[in-house]
Nanobody, 115 residues
Framework: QVQLVESGGDSAQPGGSLRLSCVAS????????MGWYRQAPGKERELVAG???????NYADSVKGRFTISRDNAKRTVYLQMNSLKPEDTAVYYC?????????WGQGTQVTVSS
């Protein structure tokens, strides 16, 4: 069993920054591909950023140049550094881990960007 617990969600003003963390426990290892997704009210869940076991990353076009995903395998933690936040970044952010046919989700953390 794998557990993913997100933290760091908060309210921020446009142009501000937040850092999300996702701590993994249970039967998860460094070969897992990790990702951050988000879901805004009335919208489908979408991939924000992903990071492979070797450190390769990919980003949604809407966050390129503003968000950075990273991982610390020793701490079993994945981070999402979010800079230059925009109101359209408001959503519940979910951590995801997958390996082969196995996939797991965290419970989500709310990010609200408004002035």
């Amino acid at each position: 069993q794998v557990q993913l617990v997100e933290s760091g969600g908060d309210s921020a003003q446009p142009g501000g920054s937040l850092r999300l963390s996702c701590v993994a426990s249970g039967s998860i290892h460094s070969l897992y591909t990790m990702g951050w997704y988000r879901q805004a009210p009335g919208k489908e869940r979408e991939l924000v950023a992903g990071i492979g076991s070797g450190g390769s990353t990919n980003y949604a076009d809407s966050v390129k140049g503003r968000f950075t995903i990273s991982r610390d395998n020793a701490k079993r933690t994945v981070y999402l550094q979010m800079n230059s936040l925009k109101p359209e970044d408001t959503a519940v952010y979910y951590c995801n881990g997958r390996f082969g046919s196995s996939g797991y989700w965290g419970q989500g953390t709310q990010v609200t960007v408004s002035s």
